[in-house]
């Protein structure tokens, strides 16, 4: 049975619908009026820059899977929103955060690795039905592309999906399981970063070191700031899509080039064309921030990156349907109960090594949001933390077929 066709299909007039939400969202949350200044201390405004769109979509007003606008924010407005965020990025006070960044998101991987088995464990005591299945029906085999998801992202859960060979009616639940699952805790993280200061006395953390980086960026966009002229902008602008221009011819040659010549490394997502896109354009940022490119932050070159974050946002809150919650919901209690561990295993670290929260959630986006969201959980601290985000996802590309793929045995083995 085909889907119902949604009230709107234009993509013109899904992205008008798109930006009226974010001037709505941003008018408000900047407004003096109490109404707005007490209900914006609570809600994050990023968060609902894609929980709203997330309505439109389960409503059947628009549907983010038909419509191509995802796709276009992520492969042409993500690489040049990275390159942009890098260009002002200063890498010894990046390497002045230290090694906790990483130690959390390994920390992430293992809690995605063991938190599956666990799920299915746990769940087949109590509902067996719920994580049983035969063939490609096994639930285990559905929740293999999710941990391909939760490790690296698309490619990773992709390559899980042809290893495994889950059903196509599995495959689709379990990507509903990915999305749905992954959003609410990414609301959580947006929810926290907003009171990180209370989240690092629980953890009796130390962000000393992360506010001088912003507090040394902040002093350092104020001694170059001016306002910019229309050859400012043009300027801005055309880095940012020069850059991802670079990214995607670098990923038009090295992707099929590896695919041919070194066909093992798929295990790596080094064939994968998001890869080097974003690899690529955030390379050309650092490299720029080394350049009187620099300077371009003066005439805001991160705010037009974080205006193309945002639209990213958008677009990817309208591909999730928080209805679906009810088609499966054993499916989505399991997704949920392995996020918990994997949540609780990043807590106990962040506790044993008194991690500020900033490295908890970005070492859990980098896992289970990737390149696509990890530089906007890391920018709702500050703007010039995204390349951290960046950084530690792409780690999360790297580890995530072969994480996913140990995961997935594991999973097998306990399966009932």
Same mark, same amino acid.
């Given at each position: 049975m085909n889907a119902p066709e949604p009230f709107i299909t234009n993509d013109a007039i899904v992205f008008g619908l798109l930006m009226t939400i974010l001037m709505i969202i941003f008018q408000t949350s900047n407004s003096s009026k109490s109404v707005f200044v007490k209900f914006y201390k609570y809600v994050p405004a990023l968060l609902l820059c894609y929980f709203i769109p997330s309505i439109f979509n389960s409503m059947g007003i628009i549907d983010?899977?038909? #419509? @191509?606008?995802?796709?276009?924010? &992520?492969?042409?407005?993500?690489?040049a929103s990275l390159a942009l965020l890098t260009?002002?990025?200063?890498?010894?006070?990046?390497?002045?955060?230290?090694?906790?960044?990483?130690?959390?998101?390994?920390?992430?991987?293992?809690?995605?690795?063991?938190?599956g088995p666990l799920a299915i464990l746990l769940t087949s005591i109590v509902a067996p039905d719920v994580v049983g299945g035969v063939g490609p029906d096994a639930i285990w085999r559905g929740m293999t592309t999710i941990a391909g998801s939760w490790i690296g992202g698309g490619a990773n859960q992709a390559a899980?999906?042809?290893?495994?060979?889950? #059903? @196509?009616?599995?495959?689709?639940? &379990?990507?509903?399981?990915?999305?749905?699952?992954a959003n609410i805790w990414m609301a959580f993280l947006l929810f926290g970063a907003a009171r990180s200061a209370k989240v690092d006395k629980f953890f009796k953390a130390d962000a000393s070191a992360i506010d001088d980086v912003k507090n040394r960026v902040e002093a350092y966009r104020a001694s170059i700031a001016k306002i910019p002229t229309l050859t400012d902008v043009i300027t801005v602008l055309s880095i940012g899509f020069i850059a991802t221009a670079i990214g995607h011819i670098a990923a038009g040659i090295i992707a099929p080039y590896i695919e041919v010549n070194y066909p093992f490394l798929i295990d790596y997502s080094l064939t994968s064309s998001f890869f080097w896109i974003v690899i690529t354009a955030t390379i050309v940022g650092l490299v720029l921030s080394f350049t009187k490119a620099k300077e371009l932050e003066g005439v805001g070159a991160s705010r037009i990156g974080s205006v193309m974050i945002y639209i990213l946002v958008a677009t990817i809150g309208?591909?999730?349907?928080?209805?679906?919650?009810?088609?499966?919901?054993?499916?989505?209690?399991?997704?949920?109960?392995?996020?918990?561990?994997?949540?609780?295993?990043?807590?106990?670290?962040?506790?044993?090594?008194?991690?500020?929260?900033?490295?908890v959630a970005v070492g859990s986006q980098a896992n289970i949001g990737g390149a696509a969201s990890a530089p906007i959980v890391a920018a709702a601290f500050?703007?010039?933390?995204?390349?951290?985000?960046?950084?530690?996802?792409?780690?999360?590309?790297?580890?995530?077929t072969m994480g996913a793929y140990f995961c997935g045995i594991l999973m097998q083995i306990v399966a009932p």
């Open positions: 983010g899977e038909q #419509s @191509n606008l995802y796709f276009v924010a &992520s492969r042409y407005l993500l690489p260009l002002s990025v200063d890498m010894k006070e990046i390497k002045k955060l230290g090694f906790k960044a990483i130690i959390m998101f390994l920390a992430g991987t293992v809690g995605i690795i063991i938190g899980m999906y042809e290893m495994f060979k889950p #059903s @196509n009616d599995l495959y689709s639940t &379990s990507i509903a399981v990915d999305v749905i699952v309208m591909k999730m349907n928080v209805l679906s919650i009810f088609d499966n919901p054993g499916f989505f209690l399991v997704g949920g109960l392995w996020l918990m561990i994997h949540v609780i295993i990043l807590i106990i670290v962040a506790k044993l090594i008194k991690a500020p929260f900033f490295f500050h703007p010039s933390l995204a390349p951290v985000g960046v950084l530690l996802a792409v780690m999360g590309y790297t580890l995530g």
